[in-house]
């Protein structure tokens, strides 16, 4: 079978010759069946997870419709709004449309919260072609009467399942009502739970769904590794990881997620006067000392970037050749969106986790929200056979590396699953239960 190729995609002259000056040969499966029904007109429906290529997929066709329709943007107005659940993705989105609209004459702005209203409102004021949007700030926009959407063409939801997990779909919602019916409308999503099934219903019509299911997963391209470490070694453990192995070689990247801000603040201090240059971004940073942090570390400057969850969300930095999860996360699938950061695109990655005696039943749980067990680094020299034997009675005997049986678990239940006591207050994770008024 003929490898699909961009050129066969039927885009604009100005697209194709952006993606050939990126080096952009292939497209990726979700690319593949993506675009070309939205080339069509159709709104979509997919399931992707960050690092399969999906902000191209809707990137690409709504670009290529642009370039076929030019108008001015009206003053106050947007033709294409795409909705995101962080700040992070939204200027990595916002990078994008840059990207490969390089050779378009079109305009993008960013509105998301944390930072100075004015720029965005007088961005907007002139009326843009893209806008990329976090909902909390967008809709306090909308009550202002800053802007107006009965001009949006194209809306994109992205990352919709991470959205429901923060709380936004209210605000998305009220937002919706602001849009005029006749659009194309595209929703992703890494996961398709009955809750984005609902909100897809009422967003798209007739989509063609996508599900896209890699020869190869991100999750399995990624050797994945425990350590049972006692607490007061899992710098010295940090240290040894990222001085040692082909993780030291100097274009390598390593992301160190903590669980709580203060955590994240004091381990990248700590690594600084190690002689191991860090920085820590987290929900206690302003959106700019955040991105100068992010850009510093995608531009190597800095190896190695501290993090909590929320900070992290769509991080898309290529050359992340370690994780490491300096605490568990006590959630399942916070696990596989945080490995997920390295094994980008085409490449392998390594992601290594700490675990000390008060972390095993988090093991456990992720273990099995995975279906097998994690392999473990016995030869790391902090290694402590101690702990690994100090899991609780229930799985007590059952070798972590084995494959534990799925027993009726069900994944979703795990999301609020126990945590250490220590921290809560700290922690930098804005789910539903946690927030009054999300706004972002
Ligand atoms: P995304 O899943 O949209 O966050 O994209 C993940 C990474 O893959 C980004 O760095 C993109 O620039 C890159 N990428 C997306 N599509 C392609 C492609 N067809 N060929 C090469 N790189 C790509």
């Given at each position: 079978?003929?490898?699909?190729?961009?050129?066969?995609?039927?885009?604009?002259?100005?697209?194709?010759?952006?993606?050939?000056?990126?080096?952009?040969?292939?497209?990726?499966?979700?690319?593949t069946?993506?675009?070309p029904?939205?080339?069509?007109?159709?709104?979509?429906?997919?399931?992707?997870?960050?690092?399969?290529?999906?902000?191209?997929?809707?990137?690409?066709?709504?670009?290529?419709?642009?370039?076929?329709d030019?108008?001015?943007?009206?003053?106050?107005?947007?033709?294409?709004?795409v909705?995101?659940?962080?700040?992070?993705?939204?200027?990595?989105?916002?990078?994008?449309?840059s990207?490969?609209?390089?050779?378009?004459?079109?305009?993008?702005?960013?509105?998301?919260?944390?930072?100075?209203?004015?720029?965005?409102?007088?961005?907007?004021?002139?009326?843009?072609?893209?806008?990329?949007?976090?909902?909390?700030?967008?809709?306090?926009?909308?009550?202002?009467?800053?802007?107006?959407?009965?001009?949006?063409?194209?809306?994109?939801?992205?990352?919709?399942?991470?959205?429901l997990?923060?709380?936004?779909?209210?605000?998305?919602?009220?937002?919706?009502?602001?849009?005029?019916?006749?659009?194309?409308?595209?929703?992703f999503?890494?996961?398709?739970?009955?809750?984005?099934?609902?909100?897809?219903?009422?967003?798209?019509?007739?989509?063609?769904?996508?599900?896209?299911?890699?020869?190869?997963?991100?999750?399995?391209?990624?050797?994945?590794?425990?350590?049972?470490?006692?607490?007061?070694n899992?710098?010295?453990?940090?240290?040894?990881?990222?001085?040692?192995?082909?993780?030291?070689?100097?274009?390598?990247?390593?992301?160190?997620?903590?669980?709580?801000?203060?955590?994240?603040?004091?381990?990248?201090?700590?690594?600084?006067t190690?002689?191991?240059?860090?920085?820590?971004?987290?929900?206690?940073?302003s959106?700019?000392?955040?991105?100068?942090?992010?850009?510093?570390?995608?531009?190597?400057?800095?190896?190695?970037?501290?993090?909590?969850?929320?900070?992290?969300?769509?991080?898309?930095?290529?050359?992340?050749?370690?994780?490491?999860?300096?605490?568990?996360?006590?959630?399942?699938?916070?696990?596989?969106?945080?490995?997920?950061?390295?094994?980008?695109?085409?490449?392998?990655?390594?992601?290594?986790?700490?675990?000390?005696?008060?972390?095993?039943g988090?093991?456990?749980?992720?273990?099995?929200?995975?279906?097998?067990?994690?392999?473990?680094?016995?030869?790391?020299?902090?290694?402590?056979?101690?702990?690994?034997?100090?899991?609780?009675?229930?799985?007590?005997?059952?070798?972590?590396?084995?494959?534990?049986?799925?027993g009726?678990?069900?994944?979703?239940?795990?999301r609020?699953?126990r945590?250490?006591?220590?921290?809560?207050?700290?922690?930098?994770?804005?789910?539903?239960?946690?927030?009054?008024?999300?706004?972002?």
């Amino acid at each position: 079978m003929n490898k699909p190729s961009f050129e066969a995609l039927p885009l604009a002259a100005p697209l194709h010759r952006a993606l050939r000056e990126l080096n952009y040969t292939t497209p990726s499966p979700i690319q593949t069946e993506a675009i070309p029904p939205q080339l069509e007109g159709r709104d979509v429906m997919g399931c992707a997870q960050t690092g399969t290529g999906k902000t191209a997929a809707f990137a690409l066709p709504i670009l290529h419709h642009l370039s076929l329709d030019p108008r001015r943007p009206r003053p106050g107005r947007a033709r294409v709004l795409v909705l995101t659940p962080t700040r992070e993705l939204a200027v990595q989105v916002g990078e994008s449309f840059s990207k490969y609209g390089r050779h378009l004459r079109l305009s993008h702005a960013l509105v998301y919260g944390g930072v100075s209203q004015h720029p965005q409102v007088k961005a907007l004021r002139r009326g843009v072609d893209v806008l990329v949007a976090t909902p909390g700030r967008l809709l306090d926009l909308l009550e202002q009467g800053c802007l107006e959407l009965g001009g949006v063409e194209f809306l994109v939801l992205d990352e919709v399942d991470r959205m429901l997990d923060m709380g936004f779909i209210h605000d998305v919602r009220r937002i919706s009502k602001e849009l005029p019916a006749k659009r194309q409308t595209v929703l992703f999503s890494a996961t398709i739970t009955p809750e984005v099934q609902r909100i897809a219903r009422d967003f798209v019509r007739d989509p063609v769904r996508i599900e896209i299911s890699p020869d190869q997963p991100v999750v399995e391209k990624i050797h994945q590794q425990v350590c049972h470490v006692r607490g007061e070694n899992k710098i010295p453990l940090l240290e040894h990881y990222i001085k040692t192995g082909s993780d030291a070689e100097s274009s390598a990247r390593t992301l160190v997620f903590s669980r709580t801000k203060h955590g994240a603040e004091k381990l990248s201090k700590k690594l600084n006067t190690l002689g191991i240059r860090s920085e820590a971004i987290h929900g206690n940073k302003s959106q700019g000392a955040r991105q100068r942090a992010l850009d510093l570390f995608r531009k190597g400057r800095v190896p190695v970037l501290v993090a909590t969850d929320v900070a992290a969300r769509g991080i898309d930095v290529k050359n992340i050749t370690l994780v490491v999860n300096f605490d568990l996360p006590d959630v399942a699938d916070t696990y596989v969106h945080r490995i997920g950061r390295t094994a980008r695109a085409e490449t392998l990655g390594h992601a290594v986790s700490f675990c000390d005696g008060t972390q095993i039943g988090d093991l456990r749980q992720i273990e099995r929200y995975l279906g097998h067990g994690i392999e473990i680094d016995e030869g790391q020299p902090f290694h402590d056979g101690e702990l690994m034997r100090s899991r609780p009675s229930a799985s007590r005997g059952q070798p972590s590396h084995r494959r534990p049986g799925r027993g009726g678990f069900d994944p979703r239940r795990s999301r609020f699953g126990r945590g250490t006591p220590a921290g809560r207050g700290d922690r930098d994770r804005p789910a539903r239960h946690y927030r009054k008024n999300p706004r972002s």
